[in-house]
């Protein structure tokens, strides 16, 4: 079965920093993509995806501060975000996608403060 485990949110001032880690229970070259999305009060967002062959593509309010990277090693995805914006609150999600099924995570709060 597989479970996505978001991790790394948290309630950081302006300008700060943080990294997201997404935990797979399975093998995540077993994903043909993988990505994270963000909801704030709304719909949820594409923020950023990599595919099993390294090509990595992100939404246009995420280039330049966001950097998405798998670890094959730890089955683990991260999601570097830096000089943290008030706007970049949200609920962080882990999605994965193997052939037509699609896996998400339970989400990780991120706060930031001004």
């Known amino acids: 079965q597989v479970q996505l485990v978001e991790s790394g949110g948290g309630l950081v001032q302006a300008g700060g920093s943080l990294e997201l880690s997404c935990a797979s229970s399975?093998?995540?070259?077993?994903?043909?993509?993988m990505g994270w999305y963000r909801q704030a009060p709304g719909q949820r967002d594409f923020v950023a995806g990599i595919s099993l062959d390294g090509a990595i593509n992100y939404s246009d309010s995420a280039k330049g501060r966001f950097t998405i990277s798998r670890d094959g090693t730890v089955n683990t995805v991260y999601l570097q975000i830096n000089d943290l914006k008030s706007e970049d609150t949200a609920v962080y999600y882990c999605n994965a996608n193997r052939l037509s099924t699609t896996y998400w995570g339970q989400g990780t709060q991120v706060t930031v403060s001004t």
């Open positions: 399975v093998n995540i070259d077993t994903f043909n993509y």
